[in-house]
């Protein structure tokens, strides 16, 4: 411990990461302001910044971010709002604008605004985690990011590769861990913060004294605290049986040729089998639960990500073997990686799913051991196993023992108490405070990872609010100063600081969702919705200014909060509200429709086709979408269609529908053959897509969850058509009806007749509101457009019962879906008098037979609705 005189400063933060380095690039006097010249695309967000009128630093955060909910932008529902906000000021185009690098920030220099700081950590270099490596995994894999992502301020890491490679970066690349590493550790030289940045040294005994705080390992004296050490320091441990595993590995000499025991099911598990020589025999235990709890490396599509990709799809044929030799549907070729063929997998990957430890005998020689394996789940015969070693990998935590008992009560919640007692931190630790307010005790922030947003491109926000509090304290403390040595001297002052802006926290919670978040459980959007609704002064209004505020561009709350996506369908008066109801605006065709500038993906629903062949080649096929496609082609309207499993689940209808894009897409330069030709691969083109049905959820799925890379096809819009975003009360009455005893052997017989059954139980309500919603969140750069339908189907029509039974529960509805379910980012209006199945040109016979001879007017044709849908997307700029 220092002794001595305590050295005194303004601010000390512990941990030396990414959001350290930005929170103190913003300390030593660097400034963000909104850049007018270069506007944000979301103009009630570009209106609300115009009128701010300063700096970004202690702003109201909750104003600015108050609409995202309702933005046809479709802000991250992953970060804290104000994370969000600071994220899409820096990247206004989301992740996928790796090549125009546009921003709306720009950093003014003013050195007079700098705050006195340390920046304490204990890696021998700056990059906190990113310099650590306690597993065994090479250096050389990819991040899972793009490097636009990982850019701080100042010194962007397009300009560190070009400075170490001598040309400038490809764009949408993957940097190595090495190469984040060296560009953290330099960024501190090439913005002039070093002088701040204390490496190598460890924080102890943290407590408050006074007005401030006291860190005795350094003998120091701060005003304020910032807690960055995030929650990646600590491996978990393996339990005492598997120890003596660990420990085997160590004192291996040289290759072996027994397996290695890997334990866990997401990346770091996937990194140390990635790294391991191909010839090295992995016996693999992992957690298999797709529907409840899926592996992180789910989302990792193959060509964006190969090598997690590969893995997963190693842990899924080890979790489901059977499926492959009785799987009689069409399968869809697979490009193999070069990862896939690095190995010969089947000599060398055994998976064990959901299979525990029961018993482990070291050898004699101490250099292997036998370890008994039981399945936790079928409790099937134990079997044994010979293996080399153990890498135990199912997750990190991090730890706050640093502070003092007393102050650590102040930090950690009573909720998770029994966490702060056994030292280890995860991301819902602090999420419930975060949600409150980023000073977590009085002058106690916390940032970066901490707050439960472990992405660096969402540190931004955390780190400029934490600054500006800091800043307007120390500011007014030097005007509280100046104005006693003023009285002090007989002189009388009016002494007034610069600008002072009304203390904010960000206390929107999270926007409940996944890029590798649980959602948080701290306050439901029903409530979030509640709170809005109770606050504003209009009934049935949910205004995007605040109460006592008017709405910009001439829009009411009302009008504003229709688009509000809930999860829950009595959250919002809204949602049971038609909106605008269309009677006979697609009544009939037009001589001219505007094409759109991208071409149109239609996407189908639950049990739909392509095109459908009874008799083989005898007989003209059955479409799907009859009449439609042809209808676009006809005007001059690039048009593809695609197949994906009946009754699949979601996932996997959605890995299909991309791959099939890809397949079926002409590439942009050439225009290629794609469709039913060879040579489309989609590289580099745009999309429209309009799905129907389940398709929407397909579409949603796949836009953010397996993330097309750029490279592979981009998608503009997304307009679902009827589309569960909600969940269907049928879908509920039949399970409800089907029993919990009969359900499962309804599955397997469905299994042994090779139909897919993962779709009917992701269609309840339950479902998609509690699970799919929170995790699927929509993509900024994507626009989310939808349709929804009301009908009341005759006396003999099969939709009947459903329809009688959803009017009761969710209201006015198509028959299999209502329209608030069918509500989803900017809703376009309900489809009077049309059924689901109207809405895919499959009327009844004897109603069109009707219409044409007069007795009953049509006020609904398919094909001119989805010519207007095409028309409208084509006004859009799309």
């Keep these: 411990m220092a002794h001595g005189e305590p050295q005194k400063v303004d601010t000390v933060i512990v941990g030396n990461g990414p959001s350290s380095l930005i929170l103190s690039y913003i300390l030593h006097g660097h400034i963000p302001y909104y850049d007018e010249s270069s506007p944000h695309p979301d103009a009630i967000l570009h209106e609300k910044l115009l009128r701010l009128g300063h700096d970004l630093l202690d702003i109201d955060f909750d104003h600015l971010t108050e609409h995202f909910a309702g933005s046809r932008f479709s802000y991250s529902t992953q970060a804290l709002p104000v994370n969000v906000l600071l994220d899409t000021l820096v990247r206004p185009l989301g992740e996928t604008d790796d090549a125009e690098k546009k921003t709306c920030i720009r950093w003014a220099y003013e050195p007079s605004r700098a705050v006195a700081h340390m920046v304490i950590g204990q890696t021998h270099s700056t990059g906190g985690q990113w310099v650590e490596n306690p597993v065994h995994a090479s ?62 040294e460890q924080v102890r005994g943290v407590s408050r004294r006074g007005n401030g705080f006291y860190i005795a390992s350094h003998n120091i004296l701060c005003k304020n605290l910032v807690l960055a050490s995030g929650i990646f320091s600590e491996l978990i441990q393996p339990r005492p049986l598997l120890c003596p595993l660990v420990e085997l590995r160590a004192k291996q000499m040289g290759p072996s040729t027994n397996p290695l025991l890997v334990i866990g099911s997401g990346f770091s598990a996937a990194d140390v089998i990635i790294s391991s020589p191909p010839n090295q025999k992995i016996i693999h235990i992992y957690k298999w639960a797709p529907s409840t709890s899926p592996s992180p490396l789910r989302a990792c599509h193959q060509q964006a990500y190969p090598e997690y990709a590969g893995v997963y799809r190693r842990m899924k044929l080890a979790a489901n073997p059977s499926s492959k030799p009785k799987d009689k549907r069409p399968r869809y070729r697979r490009i193999m990686s070069d990862f896939d063929l690095s190995r010969d997998w089947n000599a060398t990957y055994e998976g064990l799913p959901n299979t525990e430890v029961v018993d482990v005998q070291v050898s004699d020689d101490g250099l292997a051991a036998t370890v008994t394996f039981q399945n936790a789940s079928t409790k099937e015969t134990p079997f044994q196993r010979q293996v080399s070693g153990l890498e135990y990998v199912v997750g990190r935590r991090g730890s706050l023992e640093y502070l003092a008992p ?50 660096i491109r969402f540190a931004y926000g955390g780190c400029a609010y934490a600054a500006g509090k800091i800043m307007r304290e120390s500011q007014e403390s030097e005007t509280r100063d100046q104005s006693s040595k003023l009285k002090s001297n007989g002189l009388v002052t009016v002494c007034l600081g610069q600008y002072q802006t009304p203390a904010s926290s960000p206390k929107i919670p999270a926007m409940s969702g996944l890029d590798g978040h649980e959602s948080s459980p701290i306050l439901t959007l029903r409530e979030h919705v509640r709170v809005r609704h109770e606050s504003t002064s209009t009934k049935g209004s949910l205004s995007t200014d605040g109460p006592n505020t008017t709405t910009t561009h001439g829009e009411t709350g009302d009008q504003q909060s229709k688009n509000i996506p809930s999860y829950d369908p009595d959250s919002s008066s809204s949602l049971a509200d038609t909106g605008r109801f269309i009677v006979s605006d ?136 009827a589309t569960p975003h909600r969940g269907s009360s049928t879908a509920d009455m039949l399970i409800r009806d089907i029993g919990p005893d009969l359900l499962p052997r309804l599955y397997q017989l469905l299994g042994r007749m090779n139909i897919d059954s993962g779709a009917f139980a992701q269609l309840t309500t339950r479902y998609v509101t509690e699970h799919f919603n929170p995790r699927t969140p929509n993509d900024p750069s ?22 009688d039974l959803m009017d009761m529960l969710e209201g006015p509805n198509d028959g299999l879906v209502s329209v608030r379910s069918a509500k989803w980012g900017e809703y376009q209006g309900t489809l009077a008098g049309v059924t689901h199945l109207d809405l895919i040109n499959w009327t009844n016979r004897l109603k069109k037979m009707a219409s044409r001879v007069g007795l009953v007017e049509e006020k609904f044709n398919a094909v001119a609705f989805y010519l207007a849908v095409a028309e409208e997307l084509a006004k859009q700029g799309f």
């Design 782 to 803: 994507v626009k989310y457009l939808s349709y929804g339908a009301s009908a009341t189907p005759h006396l003999l029509s099969v939709f009947r019962l459903s329809h």
């Design 406 to 455: 007393s102050l650590l009560q102040e930090v950690i919640p009573k909720e998770a108490e029994a966490l702060r007692d056994a030292g280890m931190i995860s991301a819902q630790t602090l999420r419930e405070k975060a949600n409150e307010d980023l000073e977590v005790a009085p002058h106690v922030f916390i940032i970066g990872s901490l707050t439960g947003d472990s992405l």
């Design 139 to 200: 250096w050389d894999i990819g991040t899972l990011s793009y490097a636009g992502m990982i850019s701080l301020p100042g010194y962007g890491f397009d300009e560190h590769y070009q400075r170490r490679n001598g040309r400038p970066m490809p764009v949408y690349i993957r940097p190595s861990r090495h190469a984040v590493a060296d560009y953290l550790a330099e960024y501190p030289f090439h913005v002039g913060i070093a002088d701040s940045i204390h490496n190598g």
């Design 586 to 721: 697609y009544a009939c065709l037009r001589a001219h429709y505007l094409t759109p500038k991208y071409p149109i993906v239609l996407a189908h629903g639950l049990m739909g086709f392509d095109e459908l062949r009874l008799a083989g080649d005898l007989l003209p096929g059955i479409s799907y979408w009859r009449g439609i496609k042809e209808a676009f082609q006809a005007r001059g309207v690039q048009c593809i269609t695609t197949t994906v499993p009946r009754t699949a689940s979601i996932a996997e209808r959605a890995e299909v529908l991309m791959d099939q894009i890809a397949k079926r897409l002409p590439p942009a330069a050439t225009g290629g053959k794609g469709e039913d030709g060879n040579g489309g691969d989609g590289g580099g083109r745009e999309v429209n897509i309009i799905a129907h049905s389940m398709g929407g959820l397909d579409a949603r799925y796949m836009i953010s969850r397996l993330c097309p890379p750029p490279s592979l096809f981009r998608v503009r819009s997304l307009t679902t058509v």
